[in-house]
């Protein structure tokens, strides 16, 4: 069975798992913009970054039969130093018009900061502006829900945004009710030890519906694991799931989703 995995971050992978994924049915990806395990001591770093996702990864992907799309933006851990972040969101727009790009992502709040929310809002703006999807990260701590809330408040008060071309990643039992109610996509970030495991996340499934719902692997630089994906898939299947549910999660969902950009493809 074929699969998308929409949120993972492959610059903090090896070539070998671009194999692996490839030989257990991955066909495309999306790699949102984030941290590179430090902080970047400069706006070129993040230029060079945007490239390496715009250049190098698609080529990389390309070997194993993968189609490889991204996302554009500075992430909220690099957000408190409102005037280095402004500098960065100035090269959004020159990045939107690449061919594999599919919006603005992945942005949001790490510490709910009101610097984090002032340049949140202003990326959301850029999105506006130029008609984009956009990926939302949602806080690591346990103020989850109340950033949650401050991120869809800000998106809600940009009157041009449509919630259905908002995914809002990283929920969890406590969020993502919250995120399905007011019209939203709601993404699960698959983690061996944090967020949702392939069995936290089947209970979701179960507790509310395949509608609007992803799952994801992040794949990022802590502990992590790039099959997440297919292994909640055979959580699925142990629980006696149909396949039409395992494969609107796992293929059926993001494809949906993504294909509002006009550039996904597969």
């Given at each position: 069975?074929?699969?998308?995995?929409?949120?993972?971050?492959?610059?903090?992978?090896t070539t070998d798992d671009y194999e692996?994924?490839?030989?257990?049915?991955?066909?495309?990806?999306?790699?949102?913009?984030?941290?590179?395990?430090?902080?970047?001591?400069?706006?070129?770093?993040?230029?060079?970054?945007?490239?390496h996702l715009t250049e190098q990864e698609?080529?990389?992907?390309?070997?194993?039969?993968?189609?490889?799309?991204?996302?554009?933006?500075?992430?909220?851990?690099?957000?408190?130093?409102?005037?280095?972040?402004?500098?960065?969101?100035?090269?959004?727009?020159?990045?939107?018009?690449?061919?594999?790009?599919?919006?603005?992502?992945?942005?949001?709040?790490?510490?709910?900061?009101?610097?984090?929310?002032?340049?949140?809002?202003?990326?959301?703006?850029?999105?506006?502006?130029?008609?984009?999807?956009?990926?939302?990260?949602?806080?690591?701590?346990?103020?989850?829900?109340?950033?949650?809330?401050?991120?869809?408040?800000?998106?809600?008060?940009?009157?041009?945004?449509?919630?259905?071309?908002?995914?809002?990643?990283?929920?969890?039992?406590?969020?993502?009710?919250?995120?399905?109610?007011?019209?939203?996509?709601?993404?699960?970030?698959?983690?061996?030890?944090?967020?949702?495991?392939?069995?936290?996340?089947?209970?979701i499934i179960e507790m509310y519906g395949?509608?609007?719902?992803?799952?994801?692997?992040?794949?990022?630089?802590?502990?992590?694991?790039?099959?997440?994906?297919?292994?909640?898939?055979?959580?699925?299947?142990?629980?006696?799931?149909?396949?039409?549910?395992?494969?609107?999660?796992?293929?059926?969902?993001?494809?949906?989703?993504?294909?509002?950009?006009?550039?996904?493809?597969?």
């Amino acid at each position: 069975m074929k699969y998308i995995d929409p949120h993972i971050h492959m610059v903090s992978r090896t070539t070998d798992d671009y194999e692996r994924m490839a030989q257990a049915g991955c066909v495309a990806i999306t790699e949102p913009a984030f941290w590179a395990g430090f902080d970047r001591s400069s706006p070129q770093g993040f230029y060079d970054y945007f490239r390496h996702l715009t250049e190098q990864e698609p080529a990389r992907a390309a070997q194993y039969g993968i189609k490889h799309h991204s996302w554009i933006c500075i992430n909220p851990k690099e957000a408190e130093d409102v005037g280095f972040a402004r500098e960065v969101v100035q090269m959004i727009p020159e990045f939107l018009q690449r061919e594999s790009v599919l919006g603005v992502g992945e942005i949001g709040l790490n510490k709910n900061s009101r610097n984090e929310l002032t340049i949140l809002e202003e990326q959301i703006g850029v999105a506006a502006q130029h008609g984009q999807l956009i990926l939302v990260h949602t806080p690591h701590l346990e103020d989850k829900l109340k950033g949650t809330k401050l991120i869809m408040d800000a998106i809600r008060r940009n009157g041009d945004i449509d919630p259905g071309r908002v995914l809002i990643d990283h929920v969890e039992e406590h969020t993502v009710e919250h995120v399905l109610d007011r019209g939203f996509w709601a993404g699960m970030t698959l983690y061996p030890d944090t967020k949702c495991t392939p069995q936290r996340a089947t209970d979701i499934i179960e507790m509310y519906g395949a509608e609007r719902l992803w799952i994801n692997s992040a794949g990022d630089w802590g502990p992590s694991d790039p099959l997440a994906v297919p292994k909640c898939r055979l959580e699925m299947a142990r629980r006696g799931h149909d396949h039409e549910t395992i494969e609107r999660i796992s293929f059926g969902n993001p494809l949906e989703f993504l294909s509002q950009s006009g550039k996904f493809a597969i």
